[in-house]
């Protein structure tokens, strides 16, 4: 089995790369997005993921492009599946390789 370095949830990256350096509290980022507090706690708390609609809303509160948010969830969560799936993929031939 190959050794995988830890992937961070979403939650680490948003706490402690965009909240905690602005002193941010769910509630306030909850308020300034205008969502409610609970989808920020969820997130938060590894309950939730990020939507196209919060991906939206938290890219123009810190300035960053409309997809960030979104792309780094899909990126996390491919990262989750292909560790989950190494097996199974692995088992999968490209179609070039068939013979037809």
Do not use: C, W
Request: glycine share 2%.
């Amino acid at each position: 089995m190959t050794n995988y370095i830890p992937t961070p949830s979403i939650s680490e990256i948003l706490k402690e790369e965009f909240m905690e350096p602005m002193n941010l509290s769910a509630y306030r980022l909850a308020k300034e997005i205008h969502v409610p507090v609970s989808r920020i706690q969820a997130i938060l708390n590894n309950n939730r993921k990020i939507t196209v609609d919060t991906s939206l809303r938290l890219a123009k509160f810190f300035g960053v492009s409309d997809r960030y948010f979104l792309d780094l969830q899909n990126d996390l969560d491919i990262r989750e599946l292909k560790i989950g799936l190494a097996e199974e993929i692995a088992e999968i031939r490209p179609v070039n390789t068939l013979a037809i």
